[in-house]
């Protein structure tokens, strides 16, 4: 149901209603406070003075989630003839060496596949971009050889000849999940920064299995932003910049699940979670030595609690299909 422009859910994972309030964005917190956040940017997305939004947990499941949802800014703009993409250009270097881990983590997971499909005398992957924004995934797929692309989302301000026309030929691109969808299973999925947006993520998260091949891999990740041990910061601060910790609890952001809610969520649904662990690569430098030892170090120690089974505060997830 609605209420001045928003939308009220109930609990994304069990569907309760009975929740504590953890957080309430303003408009005055949001124009005044996030110094990254602009007025016209909050009235675009339907704020007013007296506006209110909640951050809250669910009593009965403890997942954490925004209740009143508004309409998202590229939502607002989804229907515009957007002809030039939002670009930033100073892109962070763990930016990059994120996208660096995720396609390490794609040649991989398309050798496995295609040695498995070779041996049965099948033909390639079907490669499916989930939430593929201006297109950076199906790109790496495309340039790793993949032929059969697809690239998966509704609320892109990409128009599809500006992204037909700025990316690698041969990508099949839609808002439309049924156009994309008739073209399943997909033996390869990938979902990167995406859950965290989604009005409702475990239709969303069961209509990607259902549409995957049987033993298809699926790579997702799910940012920890750890509310409970960050909302001190958040209920406290008097200024906000893009480089702050705290600066990832925004209105565009509405599900806060924590890894191993999101990995319960995975589990359910179907999907067997594989064991790896993720640390961005570090430049082979002198002046690296330090960075190279400690990713050694984690890498061990997160290997060890993937063979232990032991549970730690991760965002990515290689997930597989039975």
Request: net charge positive.
């Amino acid at each position: 149901m609605s209420d001045n422009g928003k939308v009220i859910r109930k609990c994304i994972i069990c569907g309760k209603d009975h929740y504590e309030t953890m957080f309430t964005f303003t408009y005055d917190y949001l124009t005044k406070i996030y110094k990254n956040v602009s007025p016209e940017y909050v009235e675009a997305i339907g704020w007013s003075p007296d506006t209110r939004s909640s951050i809250v947990r669910c009593l009965k499941c403890k997942s954490i989630y925004v209740r009143d949802v508004f309409v998202g800014y590229e939502r607002t703009k989804a229907d515009m003839p957007i002809e030039k993409p939002s670009y930033n250009p100073n892109v962070s270097w763990s930016n990059w060496a994120e996208r660096v881990w995720i396609l390490n983590c794609l040649l991989f997971l398309a050798q496995n596949i295609s040695c498995k499909k070779t041996l049965n005398n099948k033909k390639g992957i079907n490669f499916l971009d989930f939430g593929s924004g201006s297109g950076d995934y199906s790109n790496l797929a495309r340039a790793m050889g993949i032929k059969d692309v697809y690239a998966l989302d509704p609320y892109t301000v990409a128009q599809k000849t500006y992204y037909e026309k700025n990316n690698f030929p041969g990508i099949v691109f839609s808002r439309d999940k049924d156009e994309i969808f008739k073209h399943a299973p997909f033996d390869l999925v990938v979902s990167s920064s995406v859950v965290e947006h989604l009005f409702d993520p475990v239709n969303e998260l069961v209509s990607i299995y259902d549409n995957m091949s049987k033993g298809g891999v699926f790579y997702v990740n799910n940012p920890f932003m750890d509310i409970d041990r960050e909302i001190n910061q958040l209920l406290n601060a008097k200024t906000i910049y893009k480089k702050d910790n705290i600066s990832h609890y925004h209105p565009g952001h509405i599900n806060y699940l924590k890894p191993k809610q999101f990995k319960c969520l995975l589990k359910k649904i179907g999907f067997e979670v594989l064991s790896f662990n993720v640390k961005p690569p570090v430049p082979l430098t002198k002046y690296a030595i330090k960075s190279i030892l400690r990713r050694n170090v984690v890498q061990f120690a997160k290997t060890a609690f993937n063979l232990l089974g032991v549970p730690y505060s991760r965002h990515a997830f290689i997930v597989r299909k039975k």
